[in-house]
Nanobody, 122 residues
Framework: QVQLVESGGGLVQPGGSLKLSCVAS????????MCWYRQAPGKQRELVAG???????NYLDSVKGRFTISRGNAKNTIYLQMNSLKPEDTAVYSC????????????????WGQGTQVTVSS
């Protein structure tokens, strides 16, 4: 079994910063890519940032220049550094990982974390 656990959400004032973390654990053979998604109330879930095994990154246009996705030394961990936060960044942020497992059978599986709330408000 594989688990993704996020942490680091909270309440912050506009212009402030937060750093989210996501750790993948369990029966992992390899991780192909990891991403951060967010979903605000009444809105569709959107891809915020992603990072591949090779370190290539991509970002939602509205967060470019403010958010940075990175990997830890242990390749099963990613971070999302969020600076200059705006009220419109308020959402539940979820970690997603494209993982290759070998038990019970070799295959690629999409895993999700439980989500962490980020609220930007004065």
């Amino acid at each position: 079994q594989v688990q993704l656990v996020e942490s680091g959400g909270g309440l912050v004032q506009p212009g402030g910063s937060l750093k989210l973390s996501c750790v993948a654990s369990g029966s992992i053979f390899s991780i192909n890519s990891m991403c951060w998604y967010r979903q605000a109330p009444g809105k569709q879930r959107e891809l915020v940032a992603g990072i591949t095994t090779g370190g290539s990154t991509n970002y939602l246009d509205s967060v470019k220049g403010r958010f940075t996705i990175s990997r830890g030394n242990a390749k099963n961990t990613i971070y999302l550094q969020m600076n200059s936060l705006k009220p419109e960044d308020t959402a539940v942020y979820s970690c997603n990982a494209d993982i290759f497992i070998v038990t019970p059978a070799p295959k690629r599986v999409d895993y999700w974390g439980q989500g962490t709330q980020v609220t930007v408000s004065s």
